[in-house]
C-alpha cells in the first residue's frame, strides 16, 4: 500500500520560508515523478513543481522561489519555499505518478496536505 505523507506547513510572514516534506512509503520515489499540488479555498488544484528521472519542472509563479528535490536515502520529497507570498496561501499535496505533468489526473497516489498560510 503505498501512502505519501506531508509536514512542515504552518503559518508565515509574507518573505519567509518553510520547506514541506513529502515521505513516501510502498512505493520507490526515486522510480517514479513526484508532483506538488496546492489548493486554495474555491480554486482548483494546481501544479506547482515536480521531479523526475528527467529533471524538474515548477509553475512559472514560484520560479526563482521555490524548489523541489528528494532525498533516496529517506524516500522523500521536498519543496522548499522561499519568499512567500500571501497569494501561495493554500493546502499543499504530494503525489506520485508515473509521468511528470501538471494535471492532477496523472497522479495515482496522493497525500492528505499540509496547510500553508502566507500572512500579509
Known amino acids: 500500500q503505498v501512502q505519501l505523507a506531508e509536514s512542515g506547513g504552518g503559518l508565515v510572514q509574507t518573505g519567509g520560508s518553510l520547506r514541506l516534506s513529502c515521505a513516501a512509503s510502498g512505493r520507490t520515489i526515486s522510480s517514479y515523478s513526484m508532483g506538488w499540488f496546492r489548493q486554495a479555498p474555491g480554486k482548483e488544484r494546481e501544479f506547482v513543481s515536480g521531479?523526475?528521472?528527467?529533471?524538474?519542472r515548477n509553475v512559472d509563479s514560484v520560479k526563482g522561489r521555490f524548489t523541489i528535490s528528494r532525498d533516496r536515502t529517506k524516500n522523500t520529497v521536498y519543496l522548499q519555499m522561499n519568499s512567500l507570498k500571501p497569494e501561495d496561501t493554500a493546502v499543499y499535496y504530494c503525489?506520485?505518478?508515473?509521468?511528470?505533468?501538471?494535471?492532477?489526473?496523472?497522479?495515482?497516489?496522493w497525500g492528505q496536505g499540509t496547510q500553508v498560510t502566507v500572512s500579509a
Open positions: 521531479i523526475a528521472y528527467g529533471g524538474t
Open positions: 503525489a506520485s505518478g508515473f509521468r511528470l505533468s501538471s494535471i492532477p489526473n496523472q497522479y495515482d497516489y
